[in-house]
């Protein structure tokens, strides 16, 4: 053991909209999905180790698997080299917002800065969320989540919400009725904040229907969302339960997250800023 260590961040994943626009034979979904990064996370440390292990930390360490099972685990496996990893969990499990798949690409990041080379890991063989996380900021992501084409997006302000239920990714698939629908439209070149917000509200995210079904508390958080002041947009992110809603700056955003919490002190709140 040399003691060598590296840490890594691994944000938040978010679906800013999310359209499924078919189904291949295997079952998996197409989409065509904006995708943006928070700057609420978990965070990975490792160190040089005789052998694999994880450690969980942090405010929602509890009942994420601290095994083999773990994507963490897997990451580091994939790569081949033995790694001690602390993950200090602070996302919700099973939420929308590829808790579990961030962490995985901040574990393939700090191992390539840990072992000075490339990782040779296929994020894909990780999960459809993987190769997003690898980029870490604004991307479209289409195919089943292997075609990432990355993206230059002014920053925008959201609150994000977790009602304390997970949702199973395919049980929401599962639900969804029509797996052809249109694509996302064309987005627009320039224009900041304001001509994004115009754009996204002209898009979708398909899983939310079938994922307020089978929790319909999903519909309480984006009703109180939207009825924030300063709330432009209120969305669910990924397969749920995870919501969020975009405000014009941080500050209105904190406003809001303030009130939420203070409304409904079992949910996970948080404001942050998305890029
Ligand atoms: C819903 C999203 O979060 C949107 O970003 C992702 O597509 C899901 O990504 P993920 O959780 O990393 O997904 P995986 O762990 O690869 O797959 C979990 C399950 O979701 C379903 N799945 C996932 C991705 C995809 N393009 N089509 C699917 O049908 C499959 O049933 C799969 O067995
Ligand atoms: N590092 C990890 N963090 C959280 N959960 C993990 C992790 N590794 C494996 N898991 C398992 O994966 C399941 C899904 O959790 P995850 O947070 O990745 O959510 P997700 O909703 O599938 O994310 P996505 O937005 O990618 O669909 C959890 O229930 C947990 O058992």
Redesign the pocket.
């Known amino acids: 053991m040399t003691g060598r260590q590296t840490e890594a961040f691994a944000p938040a994943?978010i679906n800013l909209a999310l359209h499924v626009t078919g189904q291949r034979d295997d079952g998996y979904h197409l989409l065509d999905s904006l995708v943006m990064f928070a700057d609420v996370g978990d965070t990975v440390r490792l160190r040089d180790a005789p052998e694999v292990s994880l450690e969980i930390t942090g405010s929602r360490a509890a009942g994420?698997?601290a095994d083999r099972?773990?994507?963490?685990w897997k990451a580091a496996e994939a790569f081949g080299c033995p790694v001690a990893i602390t993950?200090d969990?602070h996302?919700p499990?099973?939420?929308?917002?590829?808790?579990?798949?961030s962490?995985?690409a901040a574990v393939l990041r700090a191992m390539e800065a840990l072992y000075g080379r490339p990782s040779p890991v296929d994020p894909l063989t990780l999960?459809a969320?993987v190769p997003v996380c690898m980029v870490g900021h604004a991307a479209r992501m289409s195919g089943i989540g292997d075609h990432v084409l990355p993206l230059f997006m002014a920053p925008l302000h959201a609150v994000l919400v977790n009602p304390g239920v997970?949702?199973s990714?395919p049980s929401v698939f599962k639900a969804l009725s029509c797996k052809e629908n249109a694509p996302m439209s064309e987005m627009p070149e320039g224009g900041g904040p304001a001509a994004a917000l115009v754009w996204l509200s002209a898009q979708r995210n398909d899983l939310q229907a079938p994922a307020i079904a089978l929790q319909p508390v999903i519909g309480d958080v984006l009703t109180a969302l939207g009825g924030q002041t300063g709330a432009r947009l209120a969305r669910m992110?990924?397969?749920g339960a995870t919501c969020f809603a975009l405000f014009d700056d941080l500050k209105t955003a904190k406003a809001a997250a303030t009130d939420l919490q203070k409304a409904h002190p079992a949910w996970w709140v948080a404001a942050c800023t998305l890029r």
């Open positions: 994943k994420v698997p099972r773990n994507l963490c993950l969990k996302l499990a099973a939420a929308g917002i590829g808790g579990g798949s962490d995985a999960g969320d997970e949702v990714t992110s990924g397969s």
